[in-house]
């Protein structure tokens, strides 16, 4: 059950970036298996230029291949080709599962730790626009111990502007980066996932259920967030 209203709607996957990607979607645009012919990514129909913003995306499966380069994370821009994956490139941040490492530019990203992630594995996002940092937990515990209410820790991005012919927002992503592999990722934008969750928390304006508490500070990517944070 959607929370979705005709004053307040919450993010989705945007079908309409998937030029290259070629990904499925289905469950209201909140569940996407990437194709196995190409690497590269999805984006949201929401995106942020300021502000703080959380959401969870669970790895459900990998109907086909053998290896783990599941990717979630963020992009400033869709993808420019079949094989343009998430972290290859400067403007994009990819949350890598057999690595467990955040790449950026084609390596690991500066602050990274090692956390592995396996199929069924919930991970939370906290994208931090004020102060250009991103944080990922897995099944609720933030890697490396990074804090994103305290602003410690986390992984630095670029900031959000809209040089080099990026949107001057950043949205969540996610994708594969191995050209036999299919990936299905499920997201939970806060108007409930296409998936059964234990408990429910809302964002600090009352926003989005979730299974694991947004940080202090963080909001769901929801019209009336983004209406508030951009007045």
């Known amino acids: 059950q959607t929370t979705d209203s005709p004053t307040n709607n919450f993010a989705t996957l945007n079908s309409i970036d998937n030029y290259y990607a070629g990904g499925t979607f289905s469950e209201g645009n909140l569940q996407v298996i990437s194709v196995n012919t190409g690497y590269t990514y999805n984006t949201s129909t929401f995106g942020g230029a300021t502000g703080k913003w959380y959401w969870e995306v669970k790895w459900s499966a990998q109907p086909t291949g053998s290896t783990n ?102 949205f969540a992503a996610f994708g594969d980066g191995n050209n036999s592999l299919q990936e299905t990722g ?18 600090g304006n009352g926003y989005g259920n979730f299974e694991y508490a947004p940080p202090s500070g963080f909001l769901s990517l929801c019209t009336a967030n983004l209406s508030e944070v951009n007045s």
């Open 186 to 203: 499920q997201f939970n934008f806060g108007a409930g996932p296409p998936y059964a969750i234990s408990s429910g928390n809302a964002d």
């Open 69 to 170: 380069q599941v990717q979630i994370g963020i992009a400033k821009r869709v993808a420019a080709s079949a094989t343009t994956w998430l972290g290859s490139q400067a403007y994009t941040y990819g949350y890598q599962g057999s690595s467990g490492h955040v790449q950026v530019s084609d390596g690991n990203a500066s602050g990274s730790v090692a956390t592995t992630y396996a199929i069924g594995d919930i991970i939370s996002v906290a994208m931090d626009l004020d102060n250009n940092k991103i944080h990922f937990a897995k099944n609720g515990t933030y890697t490396n111990s990074s804090d994103p209410a305290a602003n410690s820790g986390g992984v630095t991005i670029t900031a959000p502007d809209s040089t080099s012919g990026d949107s001057g927002f950043y």
